[in-house]
């Protein structure tokens, strides 16, 4: 993982046009986050506490309160601010680094990677729909699209090895795991509590969302494949060209077919051994003890440690690596504080409820025939200041839902809406934390991303629609 940080800096793109470093475009935006505060009135709803135990909106409560406008002061700590309150992912993200720059210095990696690549050199691009059905599978049935940052470490040498690029590896990991987060087939964390704040049957629906998993992950599959095979066929068409970090892990994971195989030593196959039970042991944890950020960052401390020490390094190296390792992605651990210093901005100046309430009323305002849509393209923009699936449902559905009473739109069809507002789009905004950590983690700059990801992001958005005027067209119920 040693230099794939600088792409975060560097577009290299050749061009005269350059968009400005990520770190300017989110203090940008939280500028313009404090200065709305001196513009929008302020606004509350009061909160209730759900039977579940989670805090959500009253939608009947709201109220413009006195101005409370964002100071310098309160500017000055946006920074700070963010990072404190988005620190599980800040920490999760070095702790990853860490723990996967110890298993790099072990020697595991590269040996695994070398018998891979070995093994389906003949049909390497076969690895992309398996990995990506596989991800999109355990996304849409227990909703964690943070796995990304899991995921792209391990796949990214791989990917390199096989000759793709790292937009290919981050690719596999986010467009796997947003397509089926998006359509939450028995995700608890969208579709659960959407539904339960809609007062429907829990998981209803499963039919039609079934279809749209299916949909959402075939066309990122057949687009990523596209798009990869162009790139082994013709690496100079990689959005990763002339990247000296896409450079210097190419030196590092790709071999030469005439080089002698390599073999693990005896320690090396423990440590393999080791680090597969690690796993075994995350997926436990997250599946049956709902273990996230915080759980898995300690259990990875451990593997690093335990695998270094069984592997055969000293602890003195087992220290250097996780240095190493946090000092690659440190940069992207800091954006993800960045990118919530705007919804501080927002909540400090006391109008994130009266953009809410604003939303609503545009829905509302909206012909019958576009209630739905309507409804989708405000989850779509809220999602930019709230990029989490279960903050946005706490704060948008209780809403939502009765309004969809009012507009001719079935509950069912609200909670698909906000579903697919919310996960298309949470690896597309600069404010979504864990989306930029990944790509720090891979490597790629967040221009770069959009460039491949735009014309994807407008397949999906079609056929959300499609799903969404289907839904409104036969009065969806489940």
């Known amino acids: 993982m040693s230099n794939t940080i600088k792409g975060l800096s560097d577009t290299g793109t050749g061009r005269s046009f350059r968009l400005p470093h990520i770190y300017v475009i989110l203090f940008v935006f939280t500028a313009i986050a404090a200065l709305l505060t001196h513009v929008i009135p302020a606004g509350m709803y009061d909160r209730i506490t759900l039977a579940n135990g989670r805090i959500a909106v009253d939608p009947n409560t709201f109220r413009y309160v006195d101005a409370s406008p964002v100071g310098l002061e309160q500017f000055m700590m946006a920074v700070p601010r963010g990072l404190i309150d988005a620190s599980q992912v800040v920490f999760f993200t070095l702790i990853i680094g860490g723990m996967f720059m110890v298993i790099r210095a072990t020697g595991i990696i590269d040996v695994s990677v070398d018998k891979l690549t070995r093994r389906f050199a003949g049909r390497s691009v076969l690895m992309i729909p398996v990995l990506m059905l596989t991800f999109a599978t355990v996304a849409t049935l227990i909703g964690t699209q943070e796995l990304a940052l899991v995921y792209v470490p391990v796949i990214l040498p791989l990917m390199i090895a096989l000759r793709f690029d790292s937009i290919v590896a981050v690719a596999t990991a986010l467009l796997a795991t947003t397509a089926g987060f998006a359509a939450g087939v028995l995700n608890p964390v969208n579709t659960g509590l959407g539904q339960t704040i809609a007062e429907l049957p829990l998981y209803s629906g499963f039919g039609l969302r079934t279809l749209l998993f299916l949909c959402l992950t075939a066309a990122a599959i057949a687009y990523l494949m596209r798009y990869a095979l162009k790139v082994r066929a013709r690496p100079d068409l990689s959005l990763m060209a002339g990247d000296a970090a896409e450079l210097e892990k190419q030196r590092i994971y790709v071999h030469d077919a005439e ?85 501080v901005m927002l909540e400090e100046g006391q109008v994130m409820d009266t953009l809410v309430h604003g939303l609503g009323s545009l829905v509302g305002g909206l012909p019958s025939t576009f209630s739905a849509l309507g409804m989708f393209v405000s989850q779509l923009g809220f999602n930019f200041v709230v990029p989490s699936g279960s903050g946005q449902a706490l704060v948008t559905m209780p809403i939502m839902a009765p309004l969809s009473d009012l507009i001719g739109v079935t509950r069912q069809s609200a909670v698909l809406a906000y579903q697919l507002g919310d996960g298309l789009s949470n690896i597309l905004y600069p404010t979504s934390g864990y989306f930029m950590a990944t790509l720090a983690l891979a490597g790629v700059s967040w221009d770069r991303w959009v460039r491949f990801f735009l014309p994807l992001f407008g397949i999906w958005i079609a056929i959300a629609a499609a799903f969404l005027i289907y839904a409104q067209a036969v009065d969806w119920i489940g």
């Not at 051994?273 to 075994?280: E, W």
């Open 259 to 343: 080089q002698p195989a390599m073999s693990f030593s005896k320690r090396q196959a423990w440590g393999g051994i080791a680090t597969i039970g690690f796993f075994v042991v995350m997926v436990w944890g997250v599946l049956t003890r709902g273990w996230f950020m915080t759980e898995m960052a300690g259990l990875f401390v451990l593997m690093g440690i335990s695998v270094g020490l069984i592997a055969g390094l000293s602890t003195g190296k087992i220290c250097e690596a996780f240095n190493q390792g946090f000092q690659d992605v440190l940069v992207g651990a800091i954006i993800v504080g960045l990118a919530r210093a705007v919804a």
